[in-house]
């Protein structure tokens, strides 16, 4: 449930439901039916959000048995590249728990693909830019990370030629006639 720039977890049951909320300087509670189903100290840090473990289902609750380096850890028991994506993953979500799905997700992909593959498949993630579950997932179901991962330097923009450009040239003359 979001107040003032700032997310608070509810239990699972009531996700999408309406709720209200009474907020004091110190106590944000979040009431439904007339009944009082959260109470969270108010936030004011940077920190967006506020999660009781109990609101969580017990799927959710699981996740939290791992531990961003237990994450890492077993991403190097794989290959390096599938510990640097994980590592990536988690450093570049606002809270690292929203990085655990990405994850855990890159586990699963091991119990379908060679451990070699989804290495590779997480290497080329990384070269390309493209630092998530779903696309090592795309790159492992269409074959690319069979495909060696060429590092081209860019073609050379060769200027248009044409009776309607102007250039650079004419815009400084303006500029110096203005």
Same mark, same amino acid.
């Given at each position: 449930? /979001?107040?003032?720039a700032?997310y608070y977890?509810?239990p699972?049951?009531? &996700?999408?439901q309406?709720?209200e909320?009474?907020?004091t ?5 979040i009431i !439904?039916?007339?009944?009082?189903v ?7 840090s940077r ?5 009781v473990r109990e609101?969580?289902?017990a &799927? !959710?609750?699981?996740?939290?048995e791992w531990?961003p380096?237990?994450l890492v =850890?077993?991403g =190097?028991?794989i290959?390096a590249?599938?510990a ?5 993953i988690?450093?570049t979500?606002?809270h690292? /728990? ?20 989804? +290495?590779?498949?997480?290497?080329? +993630?990384? &070269?390309?830019?493209?630092? #998530?579950y ?7 179901k !269409?074959?690319l990370?069979?495909v060696?991962v060429? #590092?081209?330097?860019p073609?050379?923009i060769v200027?248009?030629? !044409?009776?309607?450009?102007r250039? +650079?040239e004419y815009?400084q003359?303006?500029l110096?006639e203005?």
């Open positions: 449930m /979001e107040f003032d700032r977890s509810v699972y049951e009531l &996700a999408r309406a709720v909320v009474r907020a300087a110190n106590v944000v509670e !439904h039916r007339g009944r009082r959260a109470s969270h100290a108010r936030g004011y920190q967006r959000f506020h999660t609101h969580m289902p &799927a !959710h609750r699981a996740h939290l531990t380096s237990r =850890a077993w =190097a028991s290959g590249p599938v640097e994506l994980m590592e990536t988690l450093a979500r606002p690292p /728990e929203h990085g655990y799905r990405a994850c855990l997700g890159l586990m699963h992909l091991v119990k379908r693909y060679d451990r070699a593959r989804v +290495a590779a498949a997480c290497q080329r +993630a990384l &070269a390309i830019g493209g630092p #998530s779903r696309s090592v997932e795309a790159i492992l !269409h074959g990370d069979k060696p060429t #590092s081209e330097p073609a050379k200027p248009i030629q !044409h009776a309607n450009l250039g +650079a815009y003359q303006r110096m203005g």
